[in-house]
């Protein structure tokens, strides 16, 4: 459960966000969708307690990001934009160090990692240093990093970027999968059609500021097409005329 | 506590895999600092040793005309080469570096030794050239002892006592323990032990801070359960462990190389036993999460890789600037320089070299105040390290 209101950070002259309020509830998937720099990944870092806003509240599982952040850090599965797995490190290692930071010890955290690498289907190259990983690799790793500790509320940066349609599919299975398990999912893009073939609700934000909420039926009837593609186009070109 | 032990581990394990990583940590210190080092060492060694067991090589122009003079030089062990050479070929022989000198007896020399009259006698040398330096020396001694000889000679015929030319006797009384001699040599060593340190923990302390920033993944690593200062300080101490290990090594890699060298033709006679090396270990590890700390505040202002390579390597000279000091004014031991981190340590194991050992009040002033600016530059790298602005 993720709940933010009337969220605002600004970065020197860059109003990054200005009142930003949704909610994204547990078993949904909610997309955030916007142009590159609408404000994205800002509002995601805030959930993450990577930044602070400036004004207004966000709020995961019921822990408020700027004065729980361990709490919430503790309930979030975050799977960054970039991968940001270590090199050096086989894909096994990578996630055995989230698992241990975690908290997770001995034959728990062990069982923990075979089930996730079992499930992402990830045995093959476990044992392999990550430098040699293909996008598809880095990211199933990075996935089973961020979902080591069966988060409840799980935010995730633009993960389709740069992959195959194979690594896509099995993204999308998923992220249902965690749907049906009772999680939150909060995933951002900036293509539509992603967005539309996922979620159960939709963000549209523009220029920091959030231009439609609602299912893909609410937002089509909001903005008057029966095109998401066309609704997109027209909610993000009209900030000012926010719904 | 945990989570600094898991960083940690996970620090050292990363790194120790990455070649490059491994081999610029421990290049410097092992290899390169004692090789150079053992060379320069050797050289100084070698040249000492020629001056002194080898003849003197003195050309003499003009030979026929000094035959006791000659007769005196080589009864005090000069090889005398007489050569065909007036001033000026002289001159250009030791300007190009053919003869280290050349001594030119002029003909009217035994005409006024005779009358008395001080003699002349030229000695054309190079002040310049650094191998002529001990050859130059040696030449002018004889020479001046011969003079002696002969105003000795010439009162004693005229019935005086020879001592009333020599109202004063000076005794230079030598206190330099030998291996003290080589005070400014030894000091290169502290200068090289303390540049490997850091260069040892050099690529940890990028790779903390400006490293994980540009490989993304510093951003998921904040997000975790996990406060900022469990992870810095988890990454200071993987960066210490690399930058002991450096200095570790380089002392070993010092005590084998040094074996090598010939340091008794200098009257050195560098103490390099192994409690020696243990101990000089002891006296500069205090520096190490100093250096640490230091290089990951630095690296923490920078945005890349790149420019944290190029701003460490101005922040390597920091603590070497003292030891350049104390090496040029020959600095000793006390109180009060023991408060100064890195001069310290030089003075310390200087001492420890030179066979003179150290005070306890002074070993406990250098550990306490170079620990205490360590702890004061992580406390400011945790709070850099809480800054937004850290993600770049």
């Known amino acids: 459960m993720i709940s933010i209101s009337h969220l605002s950070r600004r970065f020197g002259a860059v109003q990054a966000l200005h009142d930003v309020s949704f909610t994204a509830a547990d078993g949904r998937i909610t997309g955030l969708l916007g142009h590159n720099g609408a404000g994205k990944s800002t509002t995601l870092r805030i959930l993450s307690t990577v930044l602070r806003p400036d004004t207004g509240q966000a709020s995961v599982d019921g822990y408020d990001c700027a004065t729980q952040s361990l709490q919430v850090r503790r309930s979030l599965g975050v799977l960054p934009h970039a991968s940001g797995l270590y090199a050096q490190l086989t894909g096994r290692e990578n996630i055995e160090y989230y698992a241990r930071l975690r908290g997770l010890r001995g034959p728990g955290m062990k069982q923990a990692c075979d089930a996730l690498i079992e499930r992402l289907g990830i045995a093959g190259i476990a044992q392999r240093r990550a430098r040699g990983y293909s996008q598809g690799e880095k990211l199933k790793v990075a996935l089973a990093r961020a979902l080591i500790h069966r988060p409840r509320t799980v935010i995730l940066d633009e993960p389709t970027n740069g992959l195959d349609v194979n690594a896509v599919r099995m993204l999308r299975e998923l992220i249902r999968e965690l749907k049906a398990g009772g999680c939150c999912v909060l995933f951002s893009s900036h293509v539509m059609q992603e967005v539309a073939a996922l979620c159960d609700d939709i963000v549209i934000i523009a220029q920091g500021q959030v231009v439609a909420q609602g299912t893909p039926q609410q937002i089509l009837d909001a903005l008057g097409t029966t095109d998401l593609e066309e609704a997109f186009v027209r909610a993000a070109a009209t900030p000012e005329s926010a719904a | ?392």
């Open chain 2, 1 to 392: 506590m945990n989570s600094i032990a898991v960083v940690f581990c996970k620090e050292i394990l990363e790194n120790l895999r990455d070649r490059r990583v491994v081999f610029s940590a421990f290049f410097f210190g092992v290899l390169l600092a004692p090789t150079i080092f053992a060379l320069t060492t050797t050289l100084v060694s070698k040249r000492a040793q020629r001056d002194q067991e080898e003849p003197l090589r003195l050309p003499v122009a003009g030979a026929v005309h000094a035959p006791n003079l000659l007769s005196f030089l080589r009864e005090q062990g000069a090889d005398i080469n007489p050569v065909e050479l007036d001033v000026h070929a002289a001159i250009d022989k030791v300007r190009t570096g053919e003869f280290e000198l050349v001594l030119i007896v002029p003909e009217r020399y035994g005409e006024r030794l005779r009358a008395g009259d001080p003699a002349p006698l030229e000695l054309v040398l190079d002040t310049s050239n650094t191998r002529a330096a001990g050859s130059t020396d040696r030449a002018r001694r004889l020479l001046d002892a011969y003079s002696r000889q002969l105003a000795a000679l010439r009162l004693l015929v005229r019935g005086v006592n020879p001592t009333v030319i020599q109202p004063l006797q000076v005794h230079g009384i030598d206190v330099a323990t030998p291996s003290g001699r080589s005070l400014l040599i030894l000091g290169m060593l502290t200068y090289f032990c303390i540049m490997s340190m850091l260069v040892g923990g050099f690529y940890l302390a990028i790779d903390t801070t400006a490293g994980e920033r540009e490989r993304g993944s510093l951003e998921p690593l904040l997000s975790l359960p996990v406060t900022r200062a469990q992870l810095i300080l988890g990454k200071m101490l993987a960066t210490c462990a690399f930058m002991c290990a450096s200095l570790l090594l380089t002392l070993v890699a010092f005590a084998i190389a040094l074996s090598f060298v010939p340091l008794e033709v200098l009257g050195m006679s560098a103490n390099f036993s192994v409690p020696v090396v243990l101990a000089i270990f002891g006296v500069m590890v205090p520096m190490v999460p100093l250096g640490a700390a230091l290089m990951t505040v630095v690296a923490s202002f920078t945005r890349t890789n790149r420019e944290a390579q190029s701003w460490l390597s101005v922040v390597l000279l920091v603590p070497v600037a003292p030891i350049m000091v104390a090496v040029m004014n020959g600095t000793r031991p006390d109180a009060a320089l023991m408060a100064i981190p890195s001069l310290s340590q030089h003075l310390l194991a200087t001492s420890l070299l030179r066979g003179d050992g150290v005070s306890a009040m002074h070993v406990l002033i250098s550990a306490v105040t170079t620990l205490t600016a360590g702890a004061l530059l992580a406390a400011l790298a945790i709070k850099l390290y809480r800054r937004e602005a850290i993600l770049g």
